[in-house]
């Protein structure tokens, strides 16, 4: 992996895939080769990009840090920890990141490391159970399917009962439930699988409202 900064976000540097880093062996760890038999390439690690929903939230929070200054904050789903670093680099009192993948979370530490910020790590499935005492939820492209979605919006509900605020990223993907939100902030970012930043899709930032009834 290859420390650089981030599209869009010049003032973070991840460890980033590039075509000799061997991310393949973590998906297929028996064939160290390249596929001939037209099977197709396995996709790297979700973890090892920065995704259009997690740069957007992040680009939001560098450029208004009051949203995080002295407040408690979880970055759901962290891959990478790219929101979790912007919190705290933006004044948050305290960042937990939740990511369920071993992988991941040891991404998360390294990058947490390489830009000299503390993060908290929680490596389960925080959406079972009770809301975490935070001030702040941010999620970052949770919702990239229908069966995450449910189970993501439940547990989010929780969140403000407690109330506690939810920021939402997403590029609008197809299972985002934007009857539930409003719109705050929208940027040009790049989405996974971009690591140049040549090709940018607008993606929002939005409050995650009370359903209505």
Known sequence: MRLAPVPALPEIQLYTTHPG???RRLVDPEDDGDTDDGRPEPQPPYWAY????????????LDHPKIVAGRRVL???AGSG???IAAAKAGAREV???EIDRNGVAAI????????????????DVTTGPPPAVDLVLAGDVFYGREVALRVIPFLDRCLAAGIEVL???PRRSDLPLHRLRLLAEHQVPDFGDARGTA???SGVFSFETECR
């Open 200 to 202: 940018t899709k607008p």
């Open 109 to 124: 530490g390294l990058n947490a490391a390489a830009n000299g910020v503390e993060i908290a790590l929680v490596d389960k």
């Open 168 to 170: 939402v990223g997403d």
């Open 50 to 61: 920065a995704w259009a929903g997690g740069a957007v939230l992040a680009r939001y929070i």
């Open 82 to 84: 790219l929101v979790a």
């Open 21 to 23: 880093s061997g991310l």
């Open 75 to 77: 970055d759901l789903g």
């Open 96 to 98: 937990i990141a939740a």
